[in-house]
C-alpha cells in the first residue's frame, strides 16, 4: 500500500513537472535556455579571395587587414584558424567567425556564413563587409543590416570630425575599458561606417563628445539571434594604427568572451546597482544670490548639490552660504575668479591660503574641515594644485573635460605614491555646461533637446555625469533656469538607476570602491574571488554578471565556503545580471557559486 501510495505522489509530480514544462513553452515563460550553454573554442579569420584580389587591383593590400587580426592573436594568445573559401562553403563547426572588411562576397559565401550563424556559430564582423558582389559591383549594406537587424546611416567623413568612439562601461562587450573611453580612429582609406541599431556597445563623437542624433552616431553594434551572437564594428583594421593607447585590444578581448559565450564578472563604478551617476554643481560666483534659486529645485527633488564658492564674493553673502549649507554641500572655488595653472607654488600657496581662510570665516573652524571639495576657477589646475590641494585637506576636485580620456572618477596622478585613502579623487566634466549651451545660442527646446541626449549618452555609458552652472547664469527667466527644472524631474524619474549625489560622495564611494580587490574576467569554473581590504565598511558594492545566452541571468549565488552576506541578485536587461551587497562587507577575502 504504501509503494502504491508513493508511486501515486512520484506519478503525481512528474505529471506536473511535465505539464509546467507544457504551460511554459505555451505560453513563452522566458527565452532562457533550459540547458547550460558550452562555450566556443574555436576561432576562424576568413581569407575572402576575391576581396583579395579587388585591393589588389586598386593599389591597396588586403592582406593588411587579415595580419592585423593575426598579430592580435599572437600578442594575446588566442587559437585561431585561417579558413579559406573552400572551407567556408564546406561549413564550420560552431566557434567564432571573423569577418575582417571582406567588402566583396559571393553569394556562396554569404549563404555559408548565415548558414553558420544559423546553426550556433557567433560573427565578429568589420566595416563594409559584404557591400560588393562577386564582381565588385556595388551592392549595399543589405548583407550586414540583415546580419545584425540594424541600419547603416551614412558615413563618418573627415570634415564631419567625430575622429573617436566612446566605449560603454560595465556592458556586455566592453567593460574592459572605463565608462565612455574616448579612442581615437584617424583618417583611413576605409571611411568608418554609421549605424543604427537597438544595442550598441559604442558610439562616434568628435573630441569635446557632441552630442549627435542616435541614429547617427552608432560605431559597434551587437545581436543575440536564436542561439548565434554576433558583433559588428564599424571601422576597418586599418583604424587600428591609430590607437597609440592600445585600448582596442583590450574591448577585442572582452567583445571574444561574449561572442564565445563566456561569463564574466564585473565590479561595477556605481553602488546598489546603479548604471551611472550625476553630481549637479554650481560655480557660485557673481550673482551669488542666484544660487538659492538653483538649490529650490534641487531641495525640491530632494537632491543634494554641491556649491563651490569663490570665497571672496561669498564674503558678502554669508546668509546665502548659511541657507545653502542646510542641506548642500559648499566647496571651493578658489578666492578669485582667476586660474592656477602654471603659477608658482609659492604664489599657489598663498591665495589657497587666503581662500581657507576666508572660507573659516563664513562657515567657521568646526565646519571648515567638512569643506573637501574644489572647482578650480576656469578650469585652470596642475599638478602642483592638486599637491597644494591635498595639503589643506581637500580631498576631490571637479577638473576639465581634458582632464581624463574616460567619463569616470579617477585618483589624482600628482602624487603617484599615494594609495587611494590619501590621493586627491578627480571628477571629470566631460557634460556640457552652460556656457556650452549659452554659445550655441539655441533655443529652449532645442537646448532641451540637446541637454536631455547628452544624459542618455553618458547614462548608457554607465557613467559620472557632472552638470555644471554657473550663479550668473541662474537669473529667474535664464536659460538654465528653464533647462533644469525638467532635467532634475528626469533624475526624479531615474532615481532607481541613477546615482545622484553631491561631489564628496561620489569621491568617497571611489575610495570605498577601491578597498574591493578583485581581477574582472571570467568565471573560474563557477566561482569569483574578491577581497575586501581594511578597513572595511563597503557597502553597497555590486558585480555585474554577464550571461552566456540572452535572458539566461544567475538564479542563485551562494557562498563557496566561510560565512557572508548573499547579495541581491537583479536582472539588468537581457545580457546581464547584478549583484547587489547592500550589507557592509567586512575586511576578508569572499568566495562566491554563480548558478544560471
Known amino acids: 500500500m504504501v509503494c502504491i501510495e508513493m508511486l501515486s505522489i512520484v ?9 509546467c514544462i507544457l504551460l511554459a513553452g505555451l505560453i513563452g515563460w522566458g527565452t532562457a535556455v533550459a540547458a547550460p550553454v558550452a562555450p566556443l573554442n574555436s576561432v576562424y579569420l576568413y581569407a575572402s579571395p576575391i576581396t583579395q584580389a579587388f585591393f589588389a587591383a586598386n593599389g591597396a593590400v588586403y592582406e593588411s587587414m587579415r595580419d592585423r ?11 585561431y584558424k585561417v579558413v579559406s573559401r573552400a572551407s567556408l562553403l564546406e561549413g564550420l563547426k560552431p566557434g567564432v567567425l571573423v569577418m575582417a572588411s571582406a567588402i566583396l562576397l559571393d553569394d556562396q559565401e554569404r549563404k555559408s556564413v548565415q548558414d553558420f550563424a544559423n546553426a550556433g556559430g557567433s560573427l565578429l564582423v568589420t566595416w563594409g563587409t559584404g557591400a560588393r558582389d562577386a564582381k565588385g559591383h556595388w551592392n549595399g549594406y543589405g548583407f550586414i543590416e540583415n546580419l545584425f537587424e540594424m ?27 572605463p565608462a565612455g573611453e574616448r579612442i581615437f580612429f584617424g583618417e583611413t582609406s576605409e571611411t568608418p561606417l554609421r549605424v543604427d541599431s537597438a544595442f550598441l556597445a559604442a558610439r562616434y563623437f568628435n573630441w569635446q563628445r557632441f552630442p ?4 547617427s552616431n552608432g560605431a559597434i553594434a551587437y545581436l543575440e539571434k536564436g542561439n548565434s551572437r554576433r558583433v559588428y564594428l564599424g571601422f576597418a583594421e586599418s583604424s587600428w594604427e591609430y590607437d597609440e593607447r592600445a585600448r582596442l585590444p583590450k574591448a577585442l578581448d572582452t567583445i571574444l568572451m561574449w561572442l564565445r559565450r563566456e561569463p564574466v564578472v564585473i565590479k561595477a563604478a ?11 554643481e554650481m560655480d557660485t560666483e557673481a550673482q551669488f544670490p542666484n544660487a538659492l534659486n538653483f538649490a529650490r529645485e534641487l531641495d525640491a527633488a530632494n537632491i543634494r548639490g554641491t556649491f563651490y564658492a569663490l570665497t571672496s564674493v561669498a564674503k558678502d553673502n554669508r546668509e546665502v552660504v548659511q541657507k545653502l549649507s542646510e542641506k548642500h554641500e559648499i566647496g571651493f572655488h578658489g578666492e578669485v575668479h582667476y586660474g592656477f595653472k602654471g603659477k608658482s607654488p609659492e604664489i599657489q600657496k598663498d591665495r589657497l591660503d587666503t581662500m581657507v581662510n576666508e572660507m573659516k570665516g563664513l562657515v567657521g573652524s568646526r565646519t571648515l574641515p567638512l569643506v573637501t571639495g574644489f572647482r578650480a576657477p576656469t578650469e585652470s589646475w596642475d599638478p602642483t594644485t592638486e599637491k597644494l590641494l591635498r595639503s589643506i585637506g581637500v580631498r576631490h576636485h571637479v577638473a576639465d573635460p581634458a582632464s581624463s580620456e574616460s567619463r569616470l572618477p579617477f585618483f589624482s596622478r600628482s602624487e603617484p605614491e599615494l594609495g587611494a585613502d590619501k590621493a586627491i579623487v578627480v571628477l571629470p566634466r566631460t557634460q556640457m555646461d552652460d556656457l556650452n549651451y549659452l554659445g550655441l545660442k539655441l533655443s529652449i527646446e532645442k537646448a532641451s533637446e540637446l541637454i536631455s541626449l547628452d544624459f542618455d549618452y553618458l547614462h548608457e555609458a554607465g557613467a559620472l555625469a557632472v552638470l555644471s552652472v554657473h550663479s550668473q547664469n541662474y537669473a529667474v527667466d535664464g536659460l538654465m533656469a528653464k533647462l533644469t527644472p525638467p532635467y532634475v524631474k528626469r533624475l526624479q524619474s531615474q532615481r532607481q538607476d541613477v546615482w545622484v549625489v553631491s561631489g564628496t560622495e561620489v569621491a568617497d564611494w571611489w575610495r570605498i570602491r577601491d578597498r574591493a580587490q578583485f581581477q574582472p574576467g571570467r568565471l573560474l ?7 575586501v581590504q581594511p578597513p572595511g565598511g563597503v557597502k553597497g558594492l555590486t ?3 554577464t550571461h552566456p545566452a540572452k535572458n539566461m541571468p544567475v538564479k542563485r549565488l551562494s557562498l563557496d565556503r566561510f560565512e557572508g552576506p548573499i547579495p541581491q541578485l537583479v536582472q539588468l536587461d537581457g545580457y546581464r545580471s547584478a549583484l547587489i551587497f547592500k550589507d557592509e562587507l567586512k575586511a576578508g577575502s569572499y568566495t562566491y557559486v554563480v548558478e544560471f
Open 69 to 79: 587580426w593575426k598579430e592580435y592573436f599572437r600578442q594575446n594568445g588566442v587559437d
Open 11 to 19: 506519478f503525481v509530480r512528474w505529471l506536473c513537472r511535465v505539464w
Open 543 to 545: 558585480f555585474v554578471v
Open 525 to 531: 569554473g563557477d566561482r569569483f574571488t574578491f577581497a
Open 270 to 280: 556605481w553602488p546598489n546597482g546603479a548604471l551611472s551617476a550625476q553630481l549637479l
Open 212 to 215: 549627435t542624433p542616435k541614429n
Open 151 to 177: 541600419k547603416v546611416t551614412g558615413k563618418v567623413l573627415f570634415e564631419d570630425n567625430e575622429r573617436f568612439f566612446n566605449t560603454f562601461g560595465d556592458g556586455p562587450l566592453t567593460w574592459s575599458l
